[in-house]
């Protein structure tokens, strides 16, 4: 019912910076709060900032002051504008947005921070 395709990641310099992009198509008239989360494996899938339709935005302590999230509504799309980028930083991106019955999960794009 709704699909999200996460994009934007690659490899960066400790210090460099990337956008992500979480574009959701179906019916996305169901979607408020969209999240970004990443997942480093052996390490648990953490929450890293989400946004709500209206703007309200929420930042892990971890990557506050370092990382925006936005949202284009017309477009459906949310971005996560990463600076300051430490190896610590490094996993698999995934966007996630809920809607009544379920949550709905993107593919993930990897970020790669370079010491």
């Known amino acids: 019912q709704v699909q999200l395709v996460e994009s934007g990641g690659g490899l960066v310099q400790t210090g460099g910076s990337l956008r992500l992009s979480c574009r959701a198509s179906g019916r996305t008239f169901m979607i408020n709060t969209i999240g970004w989360y990443r997942q480093a494996p052996p390490k648990q899938r953490e929450s890293v900032a989400n946004?709500?339709?209206?703007?309200?935005?929420n930042y892990a302590d971890s990557v506050k002051g370092r990382f925006t999230i936005s949202r284009d509504n017309a477009k459906n799309t949310v971005y996560l504008q990463m600076n300051s980028l430490n190896p610590e930083d490094t996993a698999v991106y995934y966007c996630?947005?809920?809607?009544?019955?379920?949550?709905?999960w993107g593919q993930g794009t990897q970020v790669t921070v370079s010491s």
């Open positions: 946004i709500s339709r209206s703007g309200i935005t």
């Open positions: 996630k947005t809920r809607s009544p019955g379920r949550d709905y």
